[in-house]
Antibody, heavy 116, light 109 residues
Framework: EVQVVESGGGLVKPGGSLRLSCEVS???????MNWVRQAPGKGLEWVSS????????YYADSVKGRFTISRDNAKNSLYLQMNSLRAEDTAVYYC??????????WGKGTTVTVSS | DFQLTQSPSILSASVGDRVTITCRAS??????MAWYQKKPGKAPKLLIN???DLQSGVPSRFSGSRSGTDFTLTITSLQPDDFATYYC???????????FGQGTNLEIK
């Protein structure tokens, strides 16, 4: 079965760090992957993308310099290291497979809450 | 900056109605438009990509079209399960990022 499962969310204080993980199964590592988030009561926001070989990495301006995306194809895993967290980073974070400039396989998401 | 302007933000309709949601791109990024359905507490679901390609398992009452930089999602004969929020999304080939529209909340009239 093709699926992705996110983990690593939680409650963190402003300025703190958190590392999200996404375990993929049922498909090869030949796909680019996205992180997308949805803040409470807000719409979907793309966060970051990484190509299959990690040679191409892109970030939304809102997280550039604070978040780092990476992947370990041997472990079928994708990561998002989040530093200098702010209240506005509070959201459900989704991991998604990229195909034809869209995302066809999504996880159920992991919740990040940034609050003192 | 590349932007997608989605309208309307709220759409009230009844079961059996035909509805249309529009997404206007600020620049021509080609035919690579995707549409998603999002329900509270659930992951987004890809309905259509490449402007009009229906994903496997998505009912045929959903369809997508393009006219220039205007893209449309049409749902014919609304079913109770269709009431949700819909988002358009396109890849910005200049910034290499993925842009989403603001969303359309399709609610029961």
């Amino acid at each position: 079965e093709v699926q992705v499962v996110e983990s690593g969310g939680g409650l963190v204080k402003p300025g703190g760090s958190l590392r999200l993980s996404c375990e993929v199964s049922g498909f090869t590592s030949s796909y680019s992957m996205n992180w997308v988030r949805q803040a409470p009561g807000k719409g979907l926001e793309w966060v970051s993308s990484i190509s299959s070989s990690s040679s191409h990495i892109y970030y939304a301006d809102s997280v550039k310099g604070r978040f780092t995306i990476s992947r370990d194809n041997a472990k079928n895993s994708l990561y998002l290291q989040m530093n200098s967290l702010r209240a506005e980073d509070t959201a459900v974070y989704y991991c998604a497979r990229v195909i034809d400039d869209s995302s066809d396989v999504w996880g159920k998401g992991t919740t990040v809450t940034v609050s003192s | 900056d590349f932007q997608l302007t989605q309208s309307p933000s709220i759409l009230s309709a009844s079961v059996g109605d035909r509805v249309t949601i529009t997404c206007r791109a600020s620049q021509n990024m080609g035919n690579w438009m995707a549409w998603y359905q999002k329900k509270p507490g659930k992951a987004p679901k890809l309905l259509i990509n490449k402007a009009s390609d229906l994903q496997s398992g998505v009912p045929s009452r959903f369809s997508g079209s393009r006219s220039g930089t205007d893209f449309t999602l049409t749902i014919t004969s609304l079913q109770p399960d269709d009431f949700a929020t819909y988002y358009c999304q396109q890849f910005d080939s200049y910034s290499r990022g993925f842009a989403f529209g603001q969303g359309t909340n399709l609610e029961i009239k």
